[in-house]
Nanobody, 120 residues
Framework: QVQLVESGGGLVQAGGSLRLSCAAS????????MGWYRQTPGKRRELVAT???????NYVDSVKGRFTISRDNGKNTVSLQMSSLKPEDTAVYYC??????????????WGQGTQVTVAS
């Protein structure tokens, strides 16, 4: 069983910054990728940023230059530094984990979500 614990969401004024963090624990043998997705009511969950085991990063175009994803492999944590926040960044943000168990099986896991609200 794997658990993802997120922290760092909240309310911020437009132009401000927030940092999201996520810690993974449990039966994890190796991690392929970690990242963040977000979702607003009535819309599909969308990728925000991911970082692979080799450190390659991927961002949705709308956050490039404003958000930075980072990962601590030794601690199985991933963070998302969000700057120059806009009201359209308001969403529930979900931590994502792509991992393998000690038995070699590959799974996805999701955090419970943390609300980010950007006031105009």
């Amino acid at each position: 069983q794997v658990q993802l614990v997120e922290s760092g969401g909240g309310l911020v004024q437009a132009g401000g910054s927030l940092r999201l963090s996520c810690a993974a624990s449990g039966s994890i043998f190796s991690i392929n990728a970690m990242g963040w997705y977000r979702q607003t009511p009535g819309k599909r969950r969308e990728l925000v940023a991911t970082v692979s085991s080799s450190g390659n990063t991927n961002y949705v175009d709308s956050v490039k230059g404003r958000f930075t994803i980072s990962r601590d492999n030794g601690k199985n944590t991933v963070s998302l530094q969000m700057s120059s926040l806009k009201p359209e960044d308001t969403a529930v943000y979900y931590c994502y984990l792509d991992f393998r168990t000690p038995f070699g099986r590959r799974y996805d896991s999701w955090g419970q979500g943390t609300q980010v609200t950007v006031a105009s």
